[in-house]
């Protein structure tokens, strides 16, 4: 007992702690890597909200990481640049349409509903591509002009790496502890439920299909926030970030980190980085090796690193 | 109609396409009684269950909890309606700990379960409602436990607290002995009868242990071939030659 509180505690405040003072100590190549994993590890956080604690593996998350990106995109370009603003209507669309694709797709379980989501992200990946007059098609919409924040009566821009790292690493922080409540609330304890016997729920008394919608878009809001945040880290929305094989990315994180650990799919966006970095050092067909470690990890980390670590430090604890 | 019926069933029937597998079953169950339905294996015990309990809506027939239609609800509404059932093959959630298995329905009761902050063992009330479900069913040791760890009979009785922790006003229970041991019959016997006695809570058993039916129905209710064959106490029944033929795999003659 006594093991886990501690490591519940001191893990995260040491994880924040090193975050806070990262940007001091590293080249600022790595903190812009650094931007990029806590922006794509908030992604995969809340859609593990989907694949960990509700059972359902969405393969459509771009779809709504794309519609941040673009609202973020089309409001700079006409003039709006409050970063509040930009944010909040970021993920307000999201949650829209995440509500909408929720609805349509909630019903179906395991393959069929990683397929349905697909399909959806796939009709918006189509829009985003083919509505040229909106979104340019595949050239993407570039961002010249970055939002500004009034801090404390200091004008503060983020057109510099370490300025932009703080405004994700802040954003994310807060996206983050939010997704913790919301898991450890008393609908996160019945979303588990569902996952792990959606009859007995609905045997007593629970509205399963409702459960799961509303699990649906707040990970589709989440994940838009996401997508705001990294149309202002790169300056561009592109109909890539909505493809499917985008979507792969938050699947492919939460399983290398772990789907039983809520910082699992953190973790696991990190490794994905931190070895996308060293293997481009050797070769250009990085996703070969990924393919390799991914793997492994599949058979020596059962529960993801971060998961099978954290039962293996505890094994014999309590729960 | 009015009755003092607390579940009363009226000529229901389902099919699984032209095959009736249960037809033209009536039966009236009052309050606080402990009823049993028994039939030999594929009489259509389960199917009648599934088709009160919301599981599908029925083909044929009504369904009345305490006088309220409640014919073709999905199971949610029903279990709002006050009847609440556990199944033949156990249906709990193994891999969370006891007392949030038990956490689950008190939380969908209290119309908490869309409740995005706190956490749901902060709450003085629930931990104590948690125990005292616990304490019913003789689990209140093993509350942190996670279930995937726990004995089947344990199991079994976590789905027993499942099902108290709604408090329903009648709970349906498919086979509840099935797949224990002797021992662990013997004490789901008594805890039934236990439940019985002291909450006034309408109990509707399907056994096909006769040892079972016999040693805690008040009524027993008899499903051969999807009709129902015969009703009364167990010594009626236990003497009913047409039940004895069923059950030994005669044709009955009518």
Redesign the interface.
């Known amino acids: 007992m006594a093991l886990r509180a501690h490591l519940n505690i001191a893990g995260p405040a040491v994880l924040v702690l090193v975050l806070m003072i990262a940007p001091l100590l590293v080249p600022t190549y790595w903190v812009m890597i650094l931007s990029e994993i806590l922006i794509l590890g908030l992604m995969a956080v809340s859609f593990n909200l989907l694949l960990g604690y509700s059972g359902l593996l969405s393969f459509g998350q771009g779809a709504f990481f794309g519609i941040g990106a673009y609202s973020a995109a089309l409001m700079l370009q006409a003039g709006y640049t409050n970063l509040f603003l930009i944010l909040l209507v970021g993920m307000l669309l999201a949650l829209i349409i995440a509500a909408v694709v929720g609805f349509f797709s909630v019903k179906l379980d395991e393959i069929f509903f990683a397929m349905i989501t697909l399909g959806f992200g796939m009709l918006l990946f189509s829009i985003a591509h083919n509505w040229r007059d909106v979104t340019r098609g595949s050239d993407g919409l570039p961002v010249f002009v970055l939002p500004t924040l009034n801090f404390f009566g200091a004008e503060v821009s983020f057109y510099s790496p370490i300025h932009m790292y703080y405004l994700v690493f802040s954003v994310v922080l807060v996206a983050i502890v939010l997704l913790w ?2 898991v ?7 979303l ?2 569902t996952r ?2 959606k ?10 299909n409702l ?1 799961r919608i ?1 699990a649906f878009t707040i990970s589709g809001t989440f994940t838009g926030l996401a997508g705001v945040l990294f149309c202002l880290f790169n300056s561009m929305a592109t109909p890539e970030f909505m493809h499917w094989s985008f979507s792969a990315k938050p699947v492919i994180m939460s399983i290398i980190g772990g789907t039983g650990v809520f910082l699992g799919p953190l973790f696991g966006a990190a490794i994905f980085f931190f070895l996308e970095q060293i293997i481009i050092r050797f070769t250009e067909n990085w996703m070969l090796f990924l393919g390799v470690v991914l793997v492994l990890i599949v058979i020596y980390f059962p529960q993801g690193v971060l998961g099978t670590l954290k039962s293996k430090l505890l094994k014999g604890e ?2 | 109609m009015k009755s003092d019926a607390v579940l009363r069933i009226d000529n229901l029937g389902h099919d699984y396409g032209k095959f009736k597998v249960i037809e033209n079953i009536s039966l009236s169950i009052g309050a606080g009684k402990l009823s049993a339905l028994i039939g030999p294996n594929g009489a259509g015990k389960t199917t009648f269950y599934n088709a009160i309990s919301g599981k599908f809506p029925p083909t044929r027939g009504r369904v009345f909890l305490a006088d309220e239609d409640v014919t073709g609800l999905p199971s949610h509404r029903i279990v709002d309606k006050g009847m609440c059932r556990s199944f033949q093959i156990t249906n709990i959630f193994t891999h969370l700990t006891v007392q949030e298995n038990v956490a689950i329905p008190l939380i969908i009761q209290q119309k908490k379960h869309f409740k995005m902050f706190g956490n749901a063992f902060k709450n003085g009330e629930m931990i104590h409602k948690v125990r005292q479900v616990l304490e019913q069913v003789g689990l209140a040791d093993r509350g942190e436990q996670v279930v995937a760890n726990l004995a089947y009979g344990d199991k079994r009785l976590v789905e027993m607290a499942i099902v108290l922790a709604r408090v329903p006003r009648v709970i349906l229970l498919d086979e509840p002995t099935a797949g224990m041991n002797p021992e662990e019959t013997e004490n789901m016997i008594r805890l039934i009868k236990k439940l019985a006695s002291v909450s006034g809570t309408t109990f509707f058993i399907t056994e096909h242990d006769m040892k079972v039916v016999f040693s805690l129905a008040e009524k027993i209710y008899v499903l051969h071939q999807g009709h129902l064959l015969a009703e009364g106490t167990p010594e009626e029944i236990r003497s009913n030659t047409e039940v004895q033929e069923a059950y030994l795999g005669r044709k009955v003659h009518a």
């Open positions: 409540l919301i450890h609330s008393p609908f996160g304890l019945v588990r439920a792990e016997n009859q007995r729920v609905s045997f007593v008394g629970g509205k399963v459960l509303v309590p729960k």
